[in-house]
């Protein structure tokens, strides 16, 4: 029986909550909008060069990012499973965009993992309860995202994103 | 860019498309309810043993097959993608339910490979119009699948849906 799959798997699973001083509607319109995500999404110094959005279930979310040396440079691609606005979005690098298993990761030596990510947004007094879940296939892709700072690194981003968002206003 | 995702890929896809004199809602339920699939949905002298539905996007989709000799067990576990009652039913293998990277992927001499499957409904005078996609990540999975009998198979167990579910009319 599969019970409880959604249930946070701590030996498998990140996951990185704040509250934030931003609506959800901001926030929402912050991971949602091509033009907003290539002002936040990477941690310094680091850009997001490129994006692409095709906000349904099974359309497109990509990413290209730059970091300071010119050698480094990686493109994010994954498709939307969920779309809930203002409250949930699931998105995962396992599928393509039309669901197609992603090539990617049929062979484990290739030095990156497939993961599904959610955030969840819950409005609060202050403005929102932010949850971030990354869902990993084994203990060593979370291993390997833990090892590439992904405390620091989400948390750096969403401090962009609210910084972003507030000089918008 | 990613456009046309939802094309069909004859390099990687394989399509199975026949009229089927029942209307939509029956090939629905029977797709849908573990009590209908355990009478149809494996190719004789295959049977399925054992089926578990959680009809919803992310919920899972598992199934135990049994062939002729007592060695050939099989066990097929994959969630929802797409739920649109009587016209569209997606799901895949790549992800566990609840939209985990499924690990057995993870080396691709595992021996299997991960697909995504649609089935498509649309009424006609006669019945219904059926249409079953299988995406693969690539061609070698799509190969790996069409020498398995793809065409056959599919054929078989979808007349085997078509006869119990006249049987129980």
């Given amino acids: 029986m599969y019970t409880n799959c959604d249930a946070l798997k701590p030996e498998l699973d990140l996951q990185f909550i704040r509250d934030v001083p931003l609506p959800p509607e901001l926030i929402w319109a912050a991971w949602t909008t091509p033009e907003h995500i ?3 999404f ?3 110094p680091w850009r997001t060069t490129k994006c692409q959005i095709d906000l349904r279930i099974g359309g497109a979310f ?3 990012m730059q970091g300071p040396e010119p050698e480094q440079h990686f493109s994010g691609v994954g498709c939307y499973l969920e779309l809930i606005p203002n409250r949930r979005l699931v998105w995962t690098n396992a599928l393509l965009p039309g669901f197609r298993p992603n090539p990617s990761f049929a062979d484990s030596s290739c030095g990156d993992f ?4 959610s955030i969840e947004l819950e409005p609060i007094a202050t403005g929102s309860r932010y949850t971030a879940t990354v869902q990993h296939r084994d203990a060593a892709g979370r ?3 833990a090892a590439m700072g992904f405390e620091e690194g989400w948390g750096k981003a ?5 910084d972003y968002m507030q000089s918008q206003a």
């Fill in 38 to 40: 290539v002002h936040w």
């Fill in 42 to 44: 990477t941690p310094a």
């Fill in 62 to 64: 990509l990413t290209e």
């Fill in 114 to 117: 497939p993961f599904t990510a």
């Fill in 143 to 145: 291993a390997q995202h």
């Fill in 158 to 162: 969403l401090q962009q994103l609210i």
